[in-house]
Structures are given as structure tokens and as C-alpha cells.
């Protein structure tokens, strides 16, 4: 029977003529509860099966004016507030500031990589790079490529210089006016198919055709990827080599389902790597990916961290904080929340030792104050310690009252109306026969 249903039970009952009979008989049962609490010695859960137990020992405990009343609130001395423990905290408006603690991973800046793919197929005659993790830099040579494609266009580069130097002597009005254009055209085509300018120069000052051109690296940066080998035949569009700048890293961090809305594009991030401990780094959420993980159900957040002296490597995981700004709410010390499976609970002090359990909607819960939505109001004191004291004798009331009275029995017509805050002080439980809880 979950908590819900005995609450329920418990209001059913106590419209009944022999309500307030069970809620006396339900007291006794929280007093051995409370009893066997306060003896460290020996075992709780066997106190708690046992009531007579219990009660065998309440000689000298002082429970003079502690009372029940029909609400469920429960009144309790200055000496047993100061013997249960029992604090108190205050509900006001605090600046709340949303902070979610996650895990992230080091990955590469996806605006600075690219990839050197030959626009022509050919054969590779020789590698300068040979090895994946090979730092370059821009304009640095790749490999030698030999192509029937360029050995052709090198011709007719050739042939458009010399047709223009004899179009140069030419008698003809207006010939050597658009001998240059033939040149124009054959020098565009082996720059667009990535071919230098100080190679097309050279070919055109020897005359020569040369057997290999010359491959170059577009960007600086590590190379991360290396997909050919010397001698390899390769074709046009055909991906050799994918190189990463490491300047600027990517961290992207998982973010549960629940935390989605608490952090936004812009919002400071502290990343702290395993390997450089007491050493936080500093960036900002760059951008939130528009799609959850179906397996994992996460969310990824991307954070922007400069890394100059390439000592953040992709792959490495990092403690990402993710800070939002602060705001005003309704909290309580996060202790003072008793959690009950399906709703939350606090105790409120209603003055002269009266506590009063209260459901309450709550919110977000960051370091130590829990944001309450509905429930009580500012300025309201909630107890913040004891409440596992408290809450037992309200989440089992109906199940006490039902080995109590046998599932409602009947108590000979007695009518216990008006014993609503009946003083339990000088009670003579003498005798008293308590049914021994099931197991």
C-alpha cells in the first residue's frame, strides 16, 4: 500500500465513530516507534516489529504534552523538540543559481579541419608525409602525383606560351590581341586542379613537362587521418589525407534530459581535465545541438577553449560546470524536503511545538536550498532535521490503525468524539496488549 492510499484510509477512518479511538491507539504505536528511535543499542527494525518491546522501556521518557490531532500535525514539549534533534530553517526568497555538473569530451574544431583529395586520379610516385599525427603546415608538400590528366594540360600550357610568342611578331591587325587569353586558359586549369603557381612558372619557364606535380597542404595543423601509400593509384575526389588544426578545441558535454532547459547558448563553463588537475579552463557554451541521444537520452553542449600549446588532445575527458544566471525564487534548506515517493513533504512549525506536515511542489534543487513552486509561504518555519521521526508516524498511521482494530472492526459502539488533542501525560499503558507486526 503505498503512502497516498494509508493517507487516505486514515482520513475514511477518522469520520467514523471509532476514528478517534484509533488515532489514541495510533499514538501509542508512534510513542514505541519514537521510543525505540532514541535506543541506539539495540536494533531498530526489531523495535519497530516489536511495540510491546518498545513500551517496556518508556519508563523516564518524557513524552508529557506530546499530542495528535485530526489534521495530522503533531505537538511535541521543548524537551522533546531538544531530545529529537529537531531544527528549524526559514522559507524565503534567495538568489537561486543554476549550476549542472556534468562530463564532457575533448573533440576537434570541425570549422578548422580539412581534407587534401586530388581533383584527378593518377598514381603516387612519393610521400612526404607519411604518418598520421605528422604536424604540417600550410603550403608544405604532401606527396608527388603523376597524371596522364596533368602531363596533358602541361602540353597544352606549353603550346599556348609558344603560340603566343609567335602571335607577338604577327603582322595580322588585331591576331595577337587575344593570344594571351590561351595562356589565361591553361594556367586557370591546373590551378584548379590545385596545382601551384610556382610550379605552373616553372614549367613554363624550362619548357619542360614535368613527370610529377606536387601535392601541398591547404591548412596548418596534425594530421589525423592518412589513407594512401606510395605507389597507390588513387582517384578524383579521393581522400588522402584529413588534417586537423589544434589551436581551438571542441568539449562537448552530455547534458541529461532534466537539465536541457537549465542551460542556454552563452552560459560560462569551467572544464577541468584529469590530466591538469587545479588547473580549470574558462569558455562559454558555444552552441546546444537541437537533438537528444535516443540511446542515452543527453543532450550535447558545445564549449569553445583556445589551446595554443596543443596540450588538450581529442579524446580526453573532462568535469565540465555549466553556470546559468541567477535567479529569485521560494527555497528551503534542501534537508527540510522529506521525499515520499509521490509527493514531497515538509513540516511546518505552527508555534507552541505544534508541527504541521505540508505537501509542497518543489523545483530545482541547487547546493544546499531546494526551490519550492507551491505549498507554504515566505517567512514560514519548516523543520530541517528529525523528519524521518516525524514523517514515520504520519506514512504509517494506516497501517498501525489496521493491526490495530482488524481492518476496521468494530469498537463495541464506543464514541471517542471531541478526543481530538487528547493530553497522553499520566496515560497508564499498563497492560496495554500491542499485536506484533507481520513479517
Known amino acids: 500500500m503505498n503512502d497516498t492510499n494509508r493517507v487516505n484510509r486514515f482520513v475514511t477512518w477518522t469520520k467514523r465513530p471509532v476514528g478517534m479511538a484509533v488515532i489514541v491507539a495510533s499514538l501509542i504505536a508512534l510513542i514505541g516507534v519514537i521510543f525505540a528511535v532514541t535506543r541506539d543499542e539495540e536494533d531498530a527494525d526489531t523495535k519497530l516489529a516489536s511495540p510491546e518491546t518498545a513500551m517496556a522501556g518508556m519508563e523516564g521518557m518524557d513524552m508529557g504534552g506530546m499530542n495528535m490531532s485530526g489534521d495530522g500535525s503533531v505537538q511535541l514539549t521543548a524537551n522533546q523538540l531538544q531530545q529529537f534533534g529537531v531544527t528549524f530553517g526559514t522559507a524565503e526568497e534567495r538568489a537561486l543559481a543554476n549550476e549542472v555538473r556534468t562530463v564532457g569530451i575533448v573533440n576537434f574544431d570541425e570549422t578548422r579541419m580539412a581534407q587534401v583529395a586530388p581533383k584527378f586520379g593518377g598514381f603516387v610516385e612519393r610521400l612526404y608525409v607519411d604518418f598520421t599525427g605528422k604536424p604540417v603546415r600550410r603550403g608544405q608538400p604532401l606527396l608527388e602525383i603523376y597524371s596522364p590528366e596533368l602531363v596533358s594540360a602541361q602540353e597544352e600550357l606549353l603550346l599556348a606560351g609558344r603560340l603566343e610568342s609567335s602571335l607577338g611578331t604577327s603582322s595580322v591587325p588585331g591576331v595577337s590581341a587575344g593570344s594571351p587569353n590561351l595562356v589565361t586558359a591553361a594556367r586557370r586549369r591546373l590551378r584548379l586542379w590545385d596545382i601551384s603557381e610556382g610550379q605552373i612558372n616553372q614549367v613554363l619557364r624550362t619548357g619542360r613537362v614535368r613527370r610529377t606535380l606536387t601535392l601541398h597542404a591547404p591548412v596548418s595543423g596534425v594530421v589525423v587521418e592518412k589513407q594512401v601509400l606510395q ?18 578545441v571542441w568539449v562537448e558535454a552530455e547534458l541529461r534530459e532534466a537539465d536541457a532547459g537549465a542551460v542556454q547558448e552563452g552560459s560560462p563553463a569551467t572544464v577541468e581535465l584529469a590530466a591538469f588537475p587545479g588547473r580549470p579552463l574558462q569558455g562559454r557554451v558555444e552552441y546546444i545541438y537541437p537533438t537528444l541521444a535516443n540511446e542515452a537520452r543527453t543532450l550535447k553542449a558545445r564549449i569553445s577553449i583556445p589551446n595554443p600549446d596543443g ?33 514531497a513533504v515538509v513540516f511546518v512549525d505552527m508555534g507552541g511545538g505544534k508541527l504541521m506536515p505540508q505537501e509542497v511542489e518543489v523545483g530545482r534543487t541547487t547546493g544546499d536550498y531546494t526551490e519550492i513552486l507551491a505549498g507554504i509561504e515566505p517567512g514560514q518555519r519548516v523543520v530541517t532535521s528529525a523528519q524521518y521521526i516525524l514523517d514515520s508516524s504520519e506514512s504509517n498511521m494506516a497501517e498501525v490503525m489496521k493491526s490495530m482494530i482488524g481492518m476496521g472492526g468494530d469498537m463495541g459502539g464506543m464514541d471517542m468524539s471531541g478526543m481530538e488533542g487528547m493530553d497522553m501525560k499520566g496515560a497508564d499503558m499498563k497492560g496495554m496488549q500491542m499485536p506484533r507486526k507481520e513479517r
Open 231 to 248: 605507389g597507390q593509384a588513387v582517384q578524383s575526389g579521393q581522400t588522402l589525407y584529413t588534417i586537423a588544426d589544434l589551436s581551438n
Open 311 to 343: 596540450r588538450l588532445k581529442p579524446g580526453m575527458y573532462a568535469t565540465v560546470r555549466l553556470s546559468s544566471s541567477s535567479r529569485s525564487a521560494l527555497t528551503v534548506p534542501t534537508t527540510a524536503v522529506v521525499q515520499t515517493g509521490e509527493r
